[in-house]
């Protein structure tokens, strides 16, 4: 019953991959396995994995990896067939799927600045709004419709205003103070927006979220269950350094990084124009008129009822 | 004599009466097991461990070996390339899956979630208790029998140990030797930056 550790374990490895070093260790799994334990991570960490070593890329560079991904994100086109694949290429499909999205595709668009829906409450910030793509240029130019919006809110932007809805993966429900989360802002008639927001105080079930509204209070709290916090990874720790080269196409700098997001927030805060998606009567009107104490959950009941202020 | 080392499964547990000391055999019988449809997985080492046929269906393998129309009156399947406490394992997780099959885990994880957050106590015990070269040589063997909840348990727990984390602390983590030079490295973090951004843009 004695017998020699080592090469057993190598007999164990022999029986699916004769040619590959009998570490016994996690790292050194054949590359089936590797890329299996892969299947579960989401691109954030696909990205990170894929800069461990050699083998560790290559398991995350299987087309079976990125097949789901595809899947899960382009259900309606199935990925298009090449003859003979090398390794990457659906990762690298995917990427470039990603980059520049196709007519018709579900896109999120970013807005810097005021908005308002139904109630009298003036947001600010920066939000995300649900939009389709009808037309593109060359480019990067997208011309997007709002569903849910009158056509003439329709517009051309830039790429770099345009996210994919965030993958479910990627949210959190737990946050802290301090850090940015997203809320559901919304009217009883139109789609609301993902509104980003600095946690301020947390209490039990209630968040409290600093600069949401233009006009003081600033501060309004709403239930938990409306906020959410969108992870990047651990990659976001030093996302400062990851500011200076943009991706093709893109003229705009990316507006990831914090601190220039609360330098733009800043700026835009001291503005009182330029504000958007508000009635023709404009903003004069409107700032007297907003309530003091608003909190977004009355606001969603859309406190201006259905003629709430002229949108669409 | 290295056998019974970093092994305590449930089964070995019941057949504490084993002692055969140089006995080239010690079958190990499981309480559950009845004579009836009992098939006797034997490992590398020589040990033999009787479990119920009906449990270790869930290996498409064994179930195929147990099913096949040329039956072995002995209903012996030589599993030669597990150690002893490998299959004690298997076999373990084979008879605690039939009487409470393992939910499935979503794909993929949600960030900062744990294997434990997915499936019931006893497996997250069950794949905690591995060590790293256990958690191996478990990927392997259910790879090879085909046993697909006990892979995905182990190929989640492995996966879930890189999420959320930097190629370093990866490399760390894992024990990762033969690491890219910084010059490719950075080209590939350049090259994946895209898609370590979700928010904008990807």
Redesign the interface.
Known sequence: ???V?GG??R??????SGTRRAT????G??R???A???????????????????D??NAAEEDAVWR?WWARRFREDPPPQRGRARAGHLKQLH?YR??DPLVGDKVEV?WEGRFRLESLDVFVGRSWWEATVVQKMDGFKYKIHYPGWDSNWDEWVV??R???P???????T?FRVREVVEVWCTGTHVKGAWLQARVRQIKQDQVSLKNVLASSPRTVWVPRSKVRR??????C?NSSS?NG?R?RGGGRS???DASRQEALARALRGLSAGARRLPRAGLAGLRGAVRRRASLSRMRRGGGGGGGGGIV | ???ESGSSSRVQKTTSSDGAV?S?RTTRTDTGASSSGAVTLVS???DGFVVEASAIEVSKLLKAMVDGPTENAAKEIPL????SN?VAKVVEFCQHHQTDPMTD????????KTVGDHVQEWYSTFVKALK??M???M???A??LDLSPL?ELC??T???R??????E???RE???K???SPEV?RT???????????????
């Open positions: 019953m004695t017998r550790v057993c374990r007999s164990v490895l022999n029986m699916r016994g260790q996690l790292a799994l054949p089936e396995l590797l299996r334990s892969m299947e579960l991570l989401n691109m954030v960490d696909l990205g990170q994995v894929c800069c461990v070593n050699k560790w890329r789901f990427r990603l980059e970013s790429r770099d345009l996210r994919w965030v993958d479910p993966s990627y949210l959190s737990t969108v992870c990047t990874g651990a990659s720790v990851r080269s991706r990316s507006k990831l | 004599m290295a056998t140089g080239a590398m080492d020589g030669t390339n597990m150690r490998v885990i979503p794909k993929p994880v949600q960030f900062g790293d070269e958690l191996f040589e990927l392997l063997a790879n090879y892979l190929a989640a492995v996966g879930l890189a999420m959320n984390k930097t190629p602390e990866i490399q894992f024990n990762i033969e690491p890219f490295e590939l973090r350049q090259e994946n930056k895209w898609s370590t951004e979700p928010p904008i843009g990807s």
